[in-house]
């Protein structure tokens, strides 16, 4: 059995298992604590909704942070108010002006409140006849249809490139009863447009790179008992050293597709033990950088 997780981000409001399988890696458990500790008291948002921006390089956890927070948030919602989720994250950014970008952001949503059943048809009408105009006023009559039914409501953004869409996206989210979480792989993004949105400000969330420690680290939150094959913290923090020698440094993603791996190669070879060899000799084989 491997026991770490399947490829792809966690989501623990869907998938409650996924809850326990946040590793304390990448700067990232810093990053969520930010998070609760920016909405321990969440009543704020009925007078003013915000943005969280995430940032971090490609494959660095981003989008699972995004939902372990909008999970947490789920749970403690201000009082006599409940929570809805919208996940747009698995939406690609099409080709096309940020217009046309941000006007299908608004389709989709449109659709997913249709299945969603907190609205009635005629509330929903008038949400759609906001299609096609401008979105400031389209997310004004959402927010008030949410202020009426007591609703807090979090759109999970697909990832942004640019700093204009994310910087309109801030100002959209300040209508109450929103809170919008948006993500983007580029750094000089994330300042620019937080710089651009002074006047509300995003909390800025970041997720890193992996340091030489977390490696043991992540094995250890996975296999606490040590069952499987023995593998050294001193193994592990040279894992990471090695690879962190290259243009870039490792991700948690990368670390998990390396450690399923191993895992498998040493079951289908009766190993007890992974010294660094082995972990060179794995990656030889499979043309994984290290």
């Not at 059943?117 to 759609?128: A, P, R, S, Y």
């Amino acid at each position: 059995m491997i026991p770490f997780p399947e490829l792809g981000p966690l989501c623990p409001w869907e998938t409650p298992d996924h809850a326990d399988r946040y590793a304390a890696v990448d700067h990232a458990q810093h990053a969520f604590e930010e998070f609760q500790g920016h909405f321990a008291d969440c009543s704020p948002l009925l007078a003013k909704g915000r943005m969280v921006l995430v940032s971090g390089g490609s494959k660095c956890g981003k989008t699972s942070l995004i939902h372990r927070c909008a999970h947490w948030l789920r749970d403690h919602p201000p009082a006599d108010h409940r929570p809805m989720i919208i996940d747009l994250t698995r939406d690609h950014a099409k080709a096309g002006s940020i217009d046309d970008r941000m006007g299908e952001v608004w389709k989709r949503l449109l659709r997913e409140l249709k299945f969603s059943g907190i609205f009635e048809k005629e509330e929903l009408g008038l949400l759609g006849e906001e299609t096609g105009g401008p979105l400031a006023l389209a997310y004004e009559t959402l927010s008030r249809l949410l202020q009426q039914k007591k609703w807090i409501f979090m759109l999970l953004l697909p990832q942004s490139t640019v700093p204009e869409e994310l910087v309109r996206y801030g100002g959209l989210a300040a209508e109450r009863n929103l809170l919008f979480f948006a993500e983007t792989s580029y750094e000089d993004v994330a300042e620019t447009s937080a710089r651009q949105l002074y006047a509300a400000p995003p909390l800025r969330l970041r997720v890193g790179t992996l340091g030489a420690e977390d490696g043991w680290a992540y094995l250890s939150h996975f296999v606490p008992d040590g069952s499987g094959p023995t593998v050294s913290e001193e193994t592990m923090r040279k894992v990471i050293q090695e690879r962190n020698l290259g243009v870039q440094p490792m991700t948690v993603t990368e670390l998990q597709r390396l450690m399923r791996g191993i895992w498998s190669y040493a079951a289908e070879h009766g190993r007890t033990d992974l010294t660094f060899d082995d972990f060179k000799t794995y990656a030889y084989r499979t043309a994984e950088y290290l």
